[in-house]
Structures are given as C-alpha cells and as structure tokens.
C-alpha cells in the first residue's frame, strides 16, 4: 500500500475495527434472517464510512475492497432478497481482509491479501437481479423527491485542526456553506455531536449538487480550520439508495436548527496502556499516602497531619475509582464476535445454530474482559463441537433442526455472573465417570457414589475427555480445566449443569475488578500474608496442644456449632510455624459453600490494598492470587482461600462430597 502517516489514522483504525465487528454481526443475522432495511442500511452505513475514512488515511488498498463490498451491499439491498451462504461467505471475506488491512496499518507488519477478491466482489454484484420498480401508493401520490435523481452525488471529507476550540460552530459554517451549494444529505459527526467537544475531528459529509468537485473543494478551503478536504463521485450504490429513499429524505437532510436541544455526552478515545499507567499511577500515590501514615504515628502532636493525610487519602482512593470506572468495558467487547464464529465453526460441521446475546450492556474491569475471551469462546467452540448434534440427529430427539446457543451477563451486587447455555445433548455422565476412573483420578466406588451434578464436575479434570478421537475444534484433553484455572485466576467462579438430552450451562461468577481488596493480615514463619477479606467468616482461637500436638495434616474444629476441617497454613506451604504453645489464631473462611479453618501463627490486623497480578514462576502457585506493597513499602503476597482449600483437599474437591 502507498499509504503515509495520517494524523487521523490511529482514530481511524480503532474505529474502523469497532464497525467490522458490527458488520460481521449484521452479515451473520442476514443470513440467518431475512434483513430489513434497517439492518441493510447498517451495514451500507459502516462500510461507507470505512471507505471514507479509509480514502482519507490514504489506505488506497481498503477503498478498493470496500467499494466493491459497497456496491454488493447495495445491490441485495436493491434486490430486497434474501442473501444465500455464498454472497454472505464472499461479504465476510471482504470483511476479514479489512480487517487484516487495519491490522497491517496498526502494526506495519505485513498481512497476507486475497488475491481476485476485489474481481469477485464485482462479478457477485454483476449477477444480482435488479430490483422491480416499486409501486406508487394506490391512495396516495408518491410526495416530490428530495433529491434530484439527475444531479450527481459526492463524497465529502474534510478534517479539523487540532487547535480547533470550537468544532461543532466550525461544523455548522461548513453544513450552511454545504446547503449553499446543494442539497446536504448526510454529515456525520453532525455539529450538535461536536459541540462539547475540543480539538481534532473527522467530519465526512454527502451532498448532490451540480457544482463541480472542484467549486466544493474551493468553497470548504476558505473556512478556517478546515484542513485534508476531499471530494470524490459517491459510488452507484450509495446514489440509488438516496434516491430511493428520497420521499423520507426530509428525515435525512435535517434543518440546521434540528435537535439543538439535544446534548449528546462528550466522549474521547484513550489509549488502554495510558489508562493502565495512570491506574499505576493512582496506586503508587495510594500506596505513597499509606506510607505517610504508618510514619506520621511516630510524630508528636500528629493529630492535625494524620487529618490532612486523610483527606488526602480519600482525595486519592476517589481517583483510582475514577480511573477504574473509565477503564470498565462493556460485555459486548466479548461477544461481538462470537456470532461469527459460530457460524463458520457450525457450518463446517454441518450444523445450524442460532446465538443470542444478552446483557451487552454489563460493564467489567478491562483486565478481566481482556482474561475472558479465549475463556469464553472455548466455551462457545466447545458447544458448539460437542454440544450440539446434527440437524437428523436432533429431528430424531424431536427437536427443532436449529440448535440455540446463548451467552448472557447479569449483574447481581458486587458481581458480574455470565451464562453459556445450549440445548444440545447435554452431558453423558456415565462416560464422565468411567473416563475419571480410567486416568485414576477417583475409584469406582467414590465414582458410584457421586450425584449426576457431582459427576458433571468431572469434566474440569485436566485431561479428561469424552471423545474416542481428537478433531481440530476439541477433544484433546485440553479446554475446560484451562477454562476453570483462567476464571479462578480472575478470583472468579465456574460451575456447570447439564441434563443429557435437553443441554447444558456453564455459570461464571466474576467479580467487577480485580484491582481493590480489603485483606486480613496474618503471619505465618515470621513472613506476612494477605486474605481477602469477604472470604473470612470470622476469627478464632483454638488451642491445639489440648488434642494431642500441634503435628496435624488436617483436624475438625466445631464453628459456631458447625464442625469444620481445620488446616495449618504453614504445612500447606511447608514452613516451620513460629508459634508459641496454646492457643493458637485460626481464620474461618468460606468458598463455595464450603467453611474450613487456617491455622497461623498470628492475626496482625486490616489492610485496604491494591493488587497486582503475579508474574513468574508465582503465577504457577497454587493458592497465591496475587501481590500488593503496604504502606510501610513492604511487599505482600495475597492468599487464594479457593486455591488453598484445593491445595488441602486436592484437585478433586466436588461440593458435598468430603
């Protein structure tokens, strides 16, 4: 590509990401339903806007693909029919190799091309029929076009400086000089879109006039801030869907003083890693703050500083929260591409399914949007392989041809909990024992005596399958314990029921963020350790010496009238316990369900933190979920109860079978 730097490129290409995504989504519900206008023009509209936006970054290589894609796109919505696989697989990838275009631009590294695709884009367009030529209504005469047929239709692009301090009045003097010239059909972002806003914008416009390219060029150059104008002939497709709308035209070429009253929020684009540094930032100023504290208690007559410290404690805790809720992302960052890749998977395997997503709109913490989505589409790609039968298989169970697939979120208090659901076949629990008995992981005994929902936790056993051979989608004894660790890692939750025959659903229980914690602290061999606090129950005291010694693998301790096992910390991890004798600390913790007790060797008090991820080879420790710098600047290690109750019990600790 002969494309140069762009002071708008990097806008543009997270932009022209966001709307091949949306479009992959709209060509996938086109071919699994007959698409309506509104879902036609959504894809005319994204691809116009990549084209233009492209053309104006000077991505010579993405026009040409796109146009070609345009013009298709609005061939079939001419034709009003319904497009078969082939246009729509053709449409996808043109869709892909914008994709691999943006890619390429955002990275400079080269991406493989298509040849002919272009050539293909233009011969499926050729073939379309043409649309019957719609009748007038029988009662009323069809209300004069807004848009002169005759007239020629053009692109217009322009930008606005970055020094621009008023982009939504300059806007405005370019839509009255536009209306001057012509009849304005579209202008996006529109002025009342800019006018909160400052700085650089991309401003793309759609005029028919008779004036030639040239006149429009000359009358935008003398608007001051108004740079990069350029103005092309719009493509047949783009001409013929004005003019066939042109009886609602009005609605499309709004008055000048339309919708002033209407405000829309100012947003800006920040870059993730900007948004990671200042979260750092906002830590390393809470942690610096924490410090003052713990020294300003050595200080005489400290009361007045300890006050200012507060205030300016809560000044900073304030921040970080700001900056964590900018860093939220919504669901649909997840599943937006999901609907494709069930459809390619489906039809590679000879099967229809439909997918519907819920809770687009569900907010979490970028970092644990970022951990979710292999997670997440394994899951998919696992129902979707294993899951679902084929169309006679499911005719034959007396369901419909079409398989449902369903991923959901819902936030409920401090959580986020997040549902992969299918009708399909549903676990067959019988193999599910057998196989664990086979790799040894419990006796056939203990495998008899396991409930049906029990015995579907069998299939978070590391490499444990169902399936006689491997394929290329699954079956390799490596995806669901992989799943599993990737949600307990986010200090999440993943359970699963399924009934054979009629489906199954995975339930993730995710937390908002993982970045603010409140910790118990205890010492254990002379070191300290964090435990999240909304995991402790409550602490004890309990002396060991009176059952016979403290040299103990696992005891029961009665709990408010509960008998729970109790484990020492410093046997888990293999430390020499520094405790004196008598009555020792215990902290009563609970994880799904399950209540035990840690023995340590002293409580030390409450401590509000900030996490940080582990990095190697802590990440590989079983029961550590993180680490975190008190305020006296010393590090910490933060516990995982769910970790350590598994490290205690073993990697098969199935609910209510102890």
Request: proline share 6%; net charge neutral; charged share 25%.
């Amino acid at each position: 590509m002969a494309e140069g730097p762009h002071r708008y490129l990097r806008i543009f290409l997270a932009e022209a990401s966001e709307q091949l995504e949306e479009l992959a989504r709209d060509l996938v519900r086109a071919e699994q339903q007959a698409p309506g206008v509104a879902c036609w023009d959504s894809m005319f509209r994204r691809i116009h806007g990549i084209k233009g936006g492209a053309a104006q970054a000077g991505l010579t290589a993405m026009v040409d693909v796109a146009h070609a894609a345009e013009t298709l796109i609005g061939k079939l919505k001419g034709a009003g029919q319904r497009p078969d696989r082939a246009q729509i697989d053709l449409l996808l990838r043109a869709r892909d190799a914008l994709m691999a275009e943006v890619e390429k631009a955002s990275t400079e590294k080269p991406a493989p091309e298509e040849a002919g695709l272009v050539a293909r884009l233009v011969e499926a367009a050729r073939i379309v029929p043409e649309a019957a030529a719609p009748k007038p209504p029988a009662k009323e005469p069809a209300p004069k076009p807004a848009v002169d047929p005759a007239l020629p239709l053009y692109d217009v692009f322009f930008s606005l400086a970055k020094t621009c301090q008023a982009p939504g009045a300059r806007t405005s003097i370019v839509q009255r000089k536009l209306k001057a010239l012509g009849t304005l059909i579209e202008l996006e972002p529109s002025p009342q879109q800019l006018m909160q806003k400052k700085g650089g914008a991309r401003v793309a416009g759609l005029i028919s006039t008779a004036r030639q390219p040239e006149e429009i060029r000359v009358a935008l150059a003398g608007i001051p801030e108004v740079e990069q104008i350029e103005v092309r002939i719009a493509p047949v497709a783009a001409a013929k869907e004005v003019v066939e709308e042109a009886p609602q035209g009005a609605l499309r070429s709004l008055p000048e003083d339309a919708a002033e009253d209407r405000r829309v929020e100012a947003t800006v684009r920040v870059r993730a890693a900007a948004l990671d540094q200042l979260l750092d930032h906002a830590a390393e100023v809470l942690h610096g703050i924490a410090r003052l504290r713990d020294a300003a208690r050595h200080l005489p007559e400290s009361s007045a500083f300890e006050a200012e410290i507060d205030r300016l404690r809560r000044t900073a805790r304030e921040l970080h929260g700001k900056v964590m809720d900018a860093r939220l992302t919504p669901f649909s960052a997840l599943t937006e591409a999901l609907p494709r890749t069930v459809r390619d998977l489906a039809h590679r395997l000879g099967k229809e399914i439909d997918v519907e997503l819920q809770g687009a709109e569900v907010e979490l913490d970028r970092t644990i949007i970022d951990a979710l989505g292999e997670p997440i589409t394994h899951l998919v790609r696992n129902a979707v392989d294993h899951g679902f039968e084929t169309a006679n298989e499911r005719a034959q169970a007396g369901k419909s041809d079409r398989g449902r697939l369903s991923v959901s979120a819902r936030r409920e208090r401090d959580k986020v909990l997040v549902e992969v659901t299918d009708d399909g076949a549903g676990f067959d629990v019988v193999k599910l024992r057998e196989r664990a008995v086979l790799m040894g992981a419990l006796t056939a005994q203990r495998s008899a005596e396991l409930t049906d929902a029990q015995a579907c936790e069998l299939a978070f056993l590391p490499g444990l399958s169902t399936r006689a051979e491997a394929t290329e989608t699954s079956g390799r004894g490596v995806g669901l314990d992989a799943v599993k660790a990737a949600v307990v890692r986010l200090g999440g939750k993943l359970s699963v029921r399924s009934t054979k025959g009629l489906g199954t659903a995975f339930l993730l229980e995710l937390p908002l963020s993982v970045s603010m914690a409140n910790l118990l602290l205890v010492q254990v061999a002379g070191e300290l350790y964090g435990l999240p606090l909304h995991r402790v129950a409550l602490t004890t005291e309990y002396d060991l010496s009176a059952r016979g010694g403290e040299g103990f693998e696992a005891r029961s301790l009665v709990v408010m009238g509960q008998l729970v096992r109790a484990y020492s910390l410093a046997k888990l991890f293999g430390l020499p316990s520094l405790a004196p004798p008598g009555p020792r600390p215990f902290a009563v913790l609970e994880v799904d369900g399950v209540t035990f007790a840690l023995a340590v060797d002293r409580l030390v008090g409450q401590e509000e933190a900030v996490l940080k991820p582990l990095f190697p080879p802590l990440d590989k420790v079983r029961g550590l979920a993180g680490t975190t710098v008190l305020g006296n600047g010393r590090p910490l290690l933060v516990l995982d109860p769910r970790g350590l109750l598994d490290l205690a019990e073993g990697p098969l600790r199935l609910k209510g079978a102890a």
